[in-house]
Every structure is written in C-alpha cells, then in structure tokens.
C-alpha cells in the first residue's frame, strides 16, 4: 500500500511539473509575440511618418504660390523671380534658403538691399531697395551712378541725358565718390542759376590738382575746388559782357583762389561775314 501511494505521489508530481514547464513555455511565447508586435510597431511608425511627410511635400501644398513683392520699380516681377529661383516647380518653402535668395537678389546691379520672409503654407514676402540713379560718370568708360556717387553698371546703351561727370580718379574710394556727388551738385548749381540760357553743361571734369573744369557750349570754365557758388555768379556776369559785347569765350578761368574778382579768358575771333571777291574777267551771270 505505501509503495502504490508514493507511486501516485511520483506521478502527480511529474504531472504538476509538466503542467508548470508548459505554463512557463506558454509565458515565454506570449512575451516574445508581444514584444514582437511592440518592435514591429515602433519600426512602422516612423516609416509611415516618414512616406506621408514626403507624400505632403510633393503635393505642392508647401509650394511658394503666394508671392508677396516690395520695392521693385525698375525690375520686373518676373526678373525678381528669376533671380529668387522661384520659378522652378518642385519648390516648397522648407527647400528655401532665404539668406541664400537675399544674397542673389544683392548681386544685381540695381539692388541695393533684399529681405526674405517666408509664411506657411504658401507665402514668400520679398522686399527690395533699388538704386536711385543719379546720371552718367566717364572713367575709362561710361559707366550709371546712383546718389550715393557709387558705380551701378557700365553704360550699355541709350541716350545720355544731363551734363557727364569725367575724371581719372573717379572709382578711386570714398574720395572718388565725393568728387562725382561733388560734380553733380555744381552742374546742378549751374542749372540753378540759369546760366544754362548762355551755354548748356555737357561735361563736368574733377582734377585732384586743378579742381572743377566745366564744358559748356564751346567754353572751358575753370572753377577751383571750392566757393563754387561765388564763381558761378560771376560767370553770369562773364556771360552778360560777352553777350553784350556779341561774341563768346574759348576759355575762362575763375579758379584764382585769392581774388574771385579777378577773371582771365579768351575770346573766340569774330568771324566777319564778307562778299565773294570780284574776279576780272568773269561775268556774273543774271539771275
């Protein structure tokens, strides 16, 4: 009778530990199929995140549609565009480079300054300073300046309206922008005062050792460095006495620096209209 019990004990014993390695194997199973799933899970996600975000930028809902410009009165619309590079089509606004856009806008001749903005979903704002032209300098070539006496661009074409400020040292810095700005305002000054009714201002010539020569008509004015309003006025003087005196001067000189008063010049010869000469022996025919 006790062997039979402890054989049963043996056996129920065998069999509670088989049902617990089943129950453990069943565990195990359940924590790998779950982590598993997690796994597959965390992978997934960031894939469809990733194909969706590429889905959205190809859309074209991030495209640069809505462009809002400022400032731009010489250059198009179009040219602003062409030189922001917002004409390609695949754009959108996280391919921009606005640093990159401003400095392209500032390689054009005639922008001074350029500011980008962007706005989602669809929005660039671009804001341009043009250069304000001034007139036309002569450095070894014709060249446009604005009014702050700096170079724009090498004139390439068209007619040149006002008198030219000429000179060799007119690119040379700061101190050849001061001679043209300088240029400027006494042809200005000319003007101003009327001395254009006498001889018009073609050219104003900036020498660093001479100062100002003036071209006007076919008269050579020399002016100095400076008290350009004092010698002006009495070139109108100079121009009355010659008007009054019918004939016109080849060249005056006001550039004495201590005494305004004193003017040298050179009158143009008259040329005295006068008959054909008589030849003898030629007979005139009758009209």
Request: proline content about 4%; aromatic content about 8%.
């Amino acid at each position: 009778m006790r062997l039979f019990r402890a054989k049963r004990r043996r056996q129920r014993n065998r069999k509670r530990d088989a049902d617990e390695g089943a129950v453990g194997t069943a565990r195990v199973g359940r924590f790998f199929a779950i982590a598993l799933l997690i796994g597959a899970t965390a992978a997934g996600l960031p894939l469809a995140a990733y194909i969706g975000y590429q889905q959205v930028l190809s859309s074209g809902y991030f495209a640069p549609k809505n462009l809002e410009l400022e400032g731009n009165l010489r250059l198009s619309r179009e040219a602003i565009v062409a030189l922001a590079g917002l004409e390609e089509q695949s754009l959108n606004l996280f391919d921009l480079d606005e640093e990159a856009i401003e400095e392209a806008l500032e390689a054009q001749p005639w922008i001074e300054s350029a500011s980008v903005e962007t706005s989602l979903p669809d929005t660039v704002r671009i804001r341009v300073v043009e250069r304000e032209l001034l007139g036309v300098v002569n450095a070894d070539q014709l060249y446009l300046v604005d009014t702050n006496g700096q170079v724009i661009e090498p004139l390439s074409s068209g007619e040149v309206r006002g008198p030219i400020i000429s000179g060799t040292d007119l690119l040379a810095g700061a101190a050849g922008h001061e001679a043209i700005l300088e240029g400027f305002a006494i042809a200005e000054l000319y003007q101003s005062i009327g001395l254009q009714r006498w001889a018009p201002l073609s050219e104003v010539n900036y020498d660093a050792v001479i100062g100002y020569t003036l071209f006007a008509g076919q008269t050579e004015v020399r002016i100095g460095a400076d008290r350009f309003d004092e010698r002006l006025r009495r070139l109108w003087q100079v121009y009355v006495v010659l008007e009054e005196n019918g004939t016109s001067a080849e060249y005056v000189l006001l550039d004495n620096d201590t005494e305004l008063d004193r003017v040298a010049l050179k009158v143009w010869p008259k040329i005295v209209a006068a008959p054909p000469p008589q030849v003898e022996g030629v007979v005139q025919a009758k009209q």
